[in-house]
């Protein structure tokens, strides 16, 4: 069945109050959508990633003058050898960065598009099931406006639990190491003895020695209740100092949500970089290759817990055995507002720590088209 119309979309989607991570401020978030259509059929397939605060002109501008020409007149079926083709038709311009986050769009476009002609779930075409699926509630951001740091994660956790969450993830590395112990102080307090709570640093420690004062910090401050994980301490490119940390803490170290293709997590799997890893779809180059690294991972006896994206990635969550959690934002939050531009109906719902995995055919996303309307930027 051939391809015979690939559009993309930028949009950008700002953020309420001012909010920031260890390493960067969080304005707004850049989005590229891209749908994908063939004449035999009425279904579209929709497909999207995330490009930061900035980039989704350039992920848009990517898939239009890159990748639609190879896709265009191509087989829709044919989903991994269009995957290898558009990787190895990008040699000179991608293998890395916003080409493979293009590519990671257009490919759960053609997933979506092939479960839909289908009529049926992405989960259930995958080899899985339509099942709740195990969740955490994240956040933990740098917000000035909400107060005082330590009452700011406290008056968080409290409203993860009010939803429903027992197991909840915090930022650290934005503040001096004593600050952000104390603020690990008060998430463990008010969890009150129930569930886990993972740490994330995005990056923000200088070196392994640096890091480990960082963790040593955290484990005492969580005392006997214990860290779930302590995620991405160091760069990404630093294999070494991840694998040595992984070495020597009690609690597990997490990594991957940067990195792309099955090769990046190929040297973090045999150089034992990391006791969980988490691939995110829209960054590591689609749901073809978040399958090969998903599968890899198992092989090795590494669980997973993917990066944001709980709308994609909780069907394939329920398709992945080694999946320990979903990464889920509250929409009231405002930290990842993917779903103001997805009908009500779609959004993602949640149970007891969970969250429900659409029953409907393809990935069950349904776009507003008046708010991508709106929030659309030319390109």
């Given at each position: 069945?051939?391809?015979?119309?690939?559009?993309?979309?930028?949009?950008y989607?700002?953020?309420?109050?001012?909010?920031?991570?260890?390493?960067?401020?969080?304005?707004?978030?850049?989005?590229?959508i891209?749908?994908?259509?063939?004449?035999?059929?009425?279904?579209?397939?929709?497909?999207?990633?995330?490009?930061?605060?900035?980039?989704?002109?350039?992920?848009?501008?990517?898939?239009?003058?890159?990748?639609?020409?190879v896709?265009?007149?191509?087989?829709?079926?044919?989903?991994?050898?269009?995957w290898?083709?558009?990787?190895?038709?990008?040699?000179?311009?991608?293998?890395?960065?916003?080409?493979?986050?293009?590519?990671?769009?257009?490919?759960?476009?053609?997933?979506?598009?092939a479960?839909?002609?289908?009529?049926?779930?992405?989960?259930?075409?995958?080899?899985?099931?339509?099942?709740?699926?195990?969740?955490?509630?994240?956040?933990?951001?740098?917000?000035?406006?909400?107060?005082?740091?330590?009452?700011?994660?406290?008056?968080?956790?409290?409203?993860?639990?009010?939803?429903?969450?027992?197991?909840?993830?915090?930022?650290?590395?934005?503040?001096?190491?004593?600050?952000?112990?104390?603020?690990?102080?008060?998430?463990?307090?008010?969890?009150?003895?129930?569930?886990?709570?993972?740490?994330?640093?995005?990056?923000?420690?200088?070196?392994?020695?640096?890091?480990?004062?960082?963790?040593?910090?955290?484990?005492?401050?969580?005392?006997?209740?214990?860290?779930?994980?302590?995620?991405?301490?160091?760069?990404?490119?630093?294999?070494?100092?991840?694998?040595?940390?992984?070495?020597?803490?009690?609690?597990?170290?997490?990594?991957?949500?940067?990195?792309?293709?099955?090769?990046?997590?190929?040297?973090?799997?045999?150089?034992?970089?990391?006791?969980?890893?988490?691939?995110?779809?829209?960054?590591?180059?689609?749901?073809?290759?978040?399958?090969?690294?998903?599968?890899?991972?198992?092989?090795?006896?590494?669980?997973?817990?993917?990066?944001?994206?709980?709308?994609?990635?909780?069907?394939?969550?329920?398709?992945?055995?080694?999946?320990i959690?979903?990464?889920?934002?509250?929409?009231?939050?405002?930290?990842y507002?993917?779903?103001?531009?997805?009908?009500?109906?779609?959004?993602?719902?949640?149970?007891?720590?969970?969250?429900?995995?659409?029953?409907?055919?393809?990935?069950?996303?349904?776009l507003?088209?008046?708010?991508?309307?709106?929030?659309?930027?030319?390109?």
């Open positions: 069945m051939p391809i015979t119309a690939v559009t993309a979309r930028a949009v989607i700002p953020l309420k109050k001012p909010t920031r991570i260890s390493t960067r401020i969080l304005n707004k978030r850049d989005f590229v891209v749908t994908i259509r063939c004449d035999e059929s009425d279904a579209v397939g929709i497909g999207y990633s995330y490009l930061g605060t900035a980039g989704g002109r350039v992920g848009a501008t990517a898939v239009e003058d890159l990748l639609a020409p896709l265009l007149g191509a087989d829709a079926n044919h989903i991994q050898g269009l290898d083709r558009l990787f190895q038709e990008t040699l000179l311009t991608g293998r890395r960065g916003v080409v493979v986050r293009a590519i990671a769009a257009v490919d759960m476009a053609l997933w979506d598009l479960a839909k002609r289908r009529g049926m779930p992405i989960s259930v075409m995958l080899g899985g099931s339509v099942r709740p699926v195990p969740a955490y509630a994240s956040g933990g951001y740098y917000r000035p406006d909400d107060g005082p740091w330590a009452d700011a994660v406290r008056d968080e956790i409290r409203f993860n639990v009010a939803n429903g969450f027992t197991d909840h993830k915090i930022k650290v590395g934005g503040l001096s190491i004593e600050q952000d112990a104390e603020r690990v102080r008060a998430a463990i307090e008010a969890m009150e003895g129930r569930g886990r709570l993972g740490l994330d640093a995005n990056n923000a420690y200088r070196d392994f020695s640096h890091a480990l004062e960082a963790a040593r910090a955290f484990e005492r401050a969580a005392g006997s209740h214990g860290l779930w994980w302590f995620e991405e301490p160091l760069s990404p490119e630093d294999y070494e100092g991840h694998a040595r940390l992984s070495r020597v803490l009690e609690t597990r170290v997490a990594t991957g949500e940067i990195h792309q293709t099955r090769h990046e997590f190929r040297r973090l799997l045999e150089e034992r970089s990391a006791d969980l890893l988490q691939p995110d779809m829209c960054v590591l180059g689609g749901v073809t290759e978040w399958l090969r690294i998903a599968k890899t991972a198992e092989t090795f006896g590494i669980g997973i817990a993917p990066h944001w994206h709980a709308n994609a990635h909780a069907p394939l969550a329920a398709a992945a055995p080694n999946c959690a979903v990464e889920h934002f509250i929409l009231e939050k405002d930290i507002n993917f779903e103001t531009i997805v009908t009500p109906q779609t959004r993602l719902r949640t149970g007891e720590n969970t969250v429900l995995v659409p029953d409907a055919p393809g990935f069950g996303t349904e507003d088209e008046d708010k991508v309307n709106f929030y659309s930027v030319a390109t």
